[in-house]
T-cell receptor, first 115, second 112 residues
Framework: DVKVTQSSRYLVKRTGEKVFLECVQDMDHENMFWYRQDPGLGLRLIYFSYDVKMKEKGDIPEGYSVSREKKERFSLILESASTNQTSMYLC??????????????FGSGTRLTVV | GDSVTQMEGPVTLSEEACLTINCTYTATGYPSLFWYVQYPGEGLQLLLKATKADDKGSNKGFEATYRKETTSFHLEKGSVQVSDSAVYFCALSGTSYGKLTFGQGTILTVHP
C-alpha cells in the first residue's frame, strides 16, 4: 500500500529547541507539502517542494524552514520552537497537475506540543 | 488569491438524516475541487473530486457538483451513518504546482 509516513505521531519539545519533523513518501511523487492544522483555521500551507533541493514558501513560512535532499524525503524544521507553533503538522505528496493522480496523499500527522 | 469558505460547524445529526455541508470558493481560472475527510486520529483522505464545471463527484454515498455559476461545491449525503462522524474539508487546486487551498473544516457528529 502506497503511503506517506511521518516519523512521529506525538512530540513534546521545549521552547527554543530546534525541531525536525520528517516525512517520507514511496510513490515517487514530485511534489511534497507541509501544512499545519489548527481548529477553526483549516489547513495552512507552510512550505512546499516541487523537486529535489527546490522549495517554495507557502502562506505561513515564518519560523520554519525545509529540506529536500532526496525525492522521497521532505523535512520541516522549526529553528527555535515557540509555544505558538503547538499544532498538528501534516505532510502530503502529489503528482504535478496534468499528470494524473487524485490530489494529495496525506501522512497521519504529527501533533507537536511546545512547552 | 484563492480561498475556500465552508459552512460553520459543528454539525450534529441523527443516523439516517440528510446532510449538506456548504462550500463556496474564489479562484482565478478553472480550479479542480475536492472534498477530504479526516477520521479521528488520522490524516486526511480524498473523499471525492470534480475537475470541471457541472462534474459530479461521488463516493461512499456522498456527492458534490461543481457549480461554476455559483462558485460552489456543496457536499451531500441522503442518509448518514455513525461511521460518517469526521471532519470534512473542502479544497481547491489552483494551477501552481497543484497546491491545495483548504476551507476551515466542518466537524460532523452522527448519533445513533
Amino acid at each position: 500500500d502506497v503511503k506517506v509516513t511521518q516519523s512521529s505521531r506525538y512530540l513534546v519539545k521545549r521552547t527554543g529547541e530546534k525541531v525536525f519533523l520528517e516525512c517520507v513518501q514511496d510513490m515517487d511523487h514530485e511534489n511534497m507539502f507541509w501544512y499545519r492544522q489548527d481548529p477553526g483555521l483549516g489547513l495552512r500551507l507552510i512550505y512546499f517542494s516541487y523537486d529535489v533541493k527546490m522549495k517554495e514558501k507557502g502562506d505561513i513560512p515564518e519560523g520554519y524552514s525545509v529540506s529536500r535532499e532526496k525525492k522521497e524525503r521532505f523535512s520541516l524544521i522549526l529553528e527555535s520552537a515557540s509555544t505558538n507553533q503547538t499544532s498538528m503538522y501534516l505532510c502530503a505528496s502529489s503528482t504535478p497537475p496534468g499528470q494524473g493522480g487524485d490530489g494529495y496523499t496525506f501522512g497521519s500527522g504529527t501533533r507537536l506540543t511546545v512547552v | 488569491g484563492d480561498s475556500v469558505t465552508q459552512m460553520e460547524g459543528p454539525v450534529t445529526l441523527s443516523e439516517e438524516a440528510c446532510l449538506t455541508i456548504n462550500c463556496t470558493y474564489t479562484a482565478t481560472g478553472y480550479p479542480s475541487l475536492f472534498w477530504y475527510v479526516q477520521y479521528p486520529g488520522e490524516g486526511l483522505q480524498l473523499l471525492l473530486k470534480a475537475t470541471k464545471a457541472d462534474d459530479k463527484g461521488s463516493n461512499k454515498g456522498f456527492e458534490a457538483t461543481y457549480r461554476k455559476e455559483t462558485t460552489s461545491f456543496h457536499l451531500e449525503k441522503g442518509s448518514v451513518q455513525v461511521s460518517d462522524s469526521a471532519v470534512y474539508f473542502c479544497a481547491l487546486s489552483g494551477t501552481s504546482y497543484g497546491k491545495l487551498t483548504f476551507g476551515q473544516g466542518t466537524i460532523l457528529t452522527v448519533h445513533p
